[in-house]
């Protein structure tokens, strides 16, 4: 009689409702951590009540400009190296890489990028242990291009974020 005792659905439901909870908070707490996040901050969106707006001309334009560019992580050197499918777009000021933390805009960063060659260098490293999203722009600001750097990644292609109108 006492087997049958834990077979009673009484007892399978007080057992099983406390298990999926945890489940479904560890599933809560996963999701959580996925790269979603759609804030602007780095784009300059603007927030007004519910609505967010952001100029998206320099992403119009980078993608008129067909522009693309290829970042390469270097730990020989210590640097970052990227280069643009067409230098000549960029002119002759600096260009900006922003590294966008997807969770704590505190760790966010902006490297100036100087012309060394045919690349662009910045002498500083990312945390190579996080993803990062990448946002370079040239020094007016015409342009923009985004991309993602995964964890321990050495290579990110960033490209227009819209297509060309």
Known sequence: MNRRRWLQPE?????LIPLATVIGGLWTLHLSD???????????????????????????????????ATLRVD???GCIRLRLSDPRSAGEGKLQLALVHRMYAARDTTLPLARDGADWTS?????G?????????????TWR???????????A?????????
């Open 123 to 127: 002498p500083r490293l990312p945390d």
């Open 11 to 15: 007892i399978a439901l007080v057992l």
């Open 75 to 77: 730990p020989a050197c």
């Open 34 to 68: 996925i790269d979603d996040s759609a804030d602007g901050e780095a784009e300059g969106a603007r927030h007004t009540a519910q609505a967010q707006t952001a100029d998206v001309a320099p992403d119009q334009a980078a993608a008129r400009l067909d522009l693309r």
């Open 129 to 141: 242990s996080t993803a990062w999203r990448l946002v370079l722009t040239n020094g007016a600001r």
């Open 145 to 155: 291009l985004v991309g993602t750097l995964a964890p321990n990644a050495r290579d």
């Open 157 to 165: 292609t960033l490209l227009p974020a819209l297509a060309a109108p």
